[in-house]
């Protein structure tokens, strides 16, 4: 048989040097977040309890490059640049004349892309003399990721995780503890905004969210960090996508016709998708991008473009963004990392420009594709972007009505070896589709504030 190449791979040494700023190269730039209480924009000032002052610039800068510093750069070497596959056998198995690229996130130590962010948010909070971070974690991938970037930079690492999560997934939990980190089941008792729910609640993200923003404003040496929706943390994601473009060339490939990644706050999606834009912008490349979410948490589809808060208590700044409201609480679907109220509030604006589009997908569906996926290609993808393989074996049999020779490119954003529970419910006929009725969706937006 002729050879094929699988995996495109580059050195070391090409590892992207900077982090791709999309905000100055769109025509509107993003509505501002607003103060809880006075709903005037938020200032430096207003975040310097929950961030340290180089986050904070980063998430309100207008630069397009923002260097990676050097000791960020060492630690991402540890398994950056990852990998680009050709997905060979599945498209043989689909019989689609597409060819179908997947960038490969399972690689880092936390098993997806959030070591992309939480090495440089732990490396700025060290550097300002942060001696402890706390945070929410759904599914558990932040929350390995944060104790990771925290175990290397010296930094302590409290960890609320959402109940049903903790519940199901207790292996998450033993990753975080290997790497020097506490867990607490949410909601838990040690907050105020805990306290407002039973002990045996379920939980959410913004609920977790509440407790440990509290738990940080509260404690002068203790920040907060979160693993998605804001603008400094989908920035540290772009490395995905200048290396994705690098390889594109590698493998060929004049550039993409279409990029397809899952969304739950937006940040492997916009790493992948956004030096994409850049290329569209410009002019050099005309790809569609395609955000998929699921059928039972549907902000982009579904939900509102209003400002509302960013965690259930109301603790944290107003941020325009596509929501379903934030008290909502999702069915429990075996994708945590997707089960957030809210956008992005950059993705949010990009697809109000009309610069991308968005579908949302039952996880039955995702789960089918999934499968076939691990049986062709020989990795067992996380819940969260068996999403994204749903929509692009949806595109490649397209193709193959149409007899067109797309070239889809998707983030394959982390591996599900720690989700196996998932798996065996679906081998098992016991998982169900829940999607979202019209009443159920309604009472969740009334829940969002109304400005004056
Ligand atoms: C956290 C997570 C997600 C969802 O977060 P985004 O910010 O939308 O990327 C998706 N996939 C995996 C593997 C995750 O860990």
Redesign the pocket.
């Known amino acids: 048989m002729p050879i094929r190449q699988h995996k495109y791979l580059l050195d070391e040494s090409e590892m992207p040097t900077s982090w791709y700023n999309i905000v100055p190269d769109l025509p509107a730039p993003p509505p501002p977040p607003l103060h809880p209480g006075t709903h005037e924009p938020v200032g430096p000032d207003d975040l310097a309890p929950l961030f340290p002052m180089d986050l904070i610039l980063q998430e309100v800068s207008t630069e397009r490059y923002i260097p990676i510093p050097d000791e960020v750069q060492d630690v991402y070497r540890l398994w950056r640049p990852s990998p680009l596959f050709r997905a060979h056998r599945l498209e043989q198995a689909l019989g689609t004349p597409a060819r179908i690229y997947y960038k490969y996130?399972g690689v880092s130590p936390a098993?997806?892309?959030?070591p992309n962010t939480a090495v440089p948010q732990v490396y700025y909070n060290a550097k300002a003399g942060v001696k402890k971070l706390t945070t929410e974690t759904?599914?558990g991938?932040?929350g390995t990721a944060l104790a990771f970037a925290c175990s290397l930079f010296d930094v302590e690492c409290e960890v609320w995780q959402v109940g049903a999560s903790y519940d199901a997934k207790p292996y998450r939990r033993t990753v975080i503890e290997t790497f020097g980190g506490t867990v607490h089941r949410s909601p838990s008792q040690l907050t105020s905004a805990g306290r407002a729910f039973a002990a045996d609640h379920p939980g959410s993200l913004g609920i977790a969210i509440s407790e440990a923003v509290e738990k940080a404003a509260g404690a002068a040496d203790t920040k907060y960090a979160l693993?998605?929706?804001l603008n400094h943390?989908l920035l540290h994601?772009t490395v995905i996508g200048e290396e994705a473009l690098l390889q594109l060339a590698k493998a060929g490939e004049t550039g993409a016709d279409l990029v397809i990644?899952?969304?739950?706050?937006?940040?492997?999606?916009?790493?992948l998708a956004f030096p994409f834009l850049r290329e569209k912008l410009a002019g050099r490349q005309n790809p569609v991008i395609r955000a998929v979410e699921p059928a039972s948490c549907p902000s982009l589809t579904r939900g509102e473009y209003r400002y509302d808060f960013g965690d259930t208590a109301g603790f944290t700044p107003l941020m325009k963004m596509h929501t379903l409201g934030h008290d909502f609480v999702p069915d429990p679907i075996h994708?945590g990392?997707?089960r957030?109220h809210g956008m992005?509030p950059l993705i949010s604006h990009i697809y109000e420009l009309g610069l991308m589009e968005a579908l949302s997908i039952e996880q039955t569906e995702c789960f089918a594709a999934a499968v076939r996926f691990a049986r062709t290609e020989g990795i067992v993808p996380?819940p969260?972007?068996t999403h994204a393989l749903a929509a692009t074996m949806r595109e490649a049999l397209a193709c193959k009505e149409s007899g067109e020779e797309k070239v889809i490119v998707t983030a394959l954003?982390?591996h599900g070896l720690l989700d196996l529970g998932a798996y065996d419910a679906y081998l098992n006929d016991r998982m169900v589709d829940s999607g979202l009725s019209d009443a159920d969706l309604d009472a969740a937006l009334s829940t969002i504030p109304v400005l004056t």
């Open positions: 996130e098993g997806s892309h959030k759904g599914a991938q932040w693993g998605s929706v943390v994601q990644g899952c969304t739950g706050g937006g940040s492997n999606f916009g790493g994708a990392g997707l957030y992005a996380a969260e972007p954003c982390g």
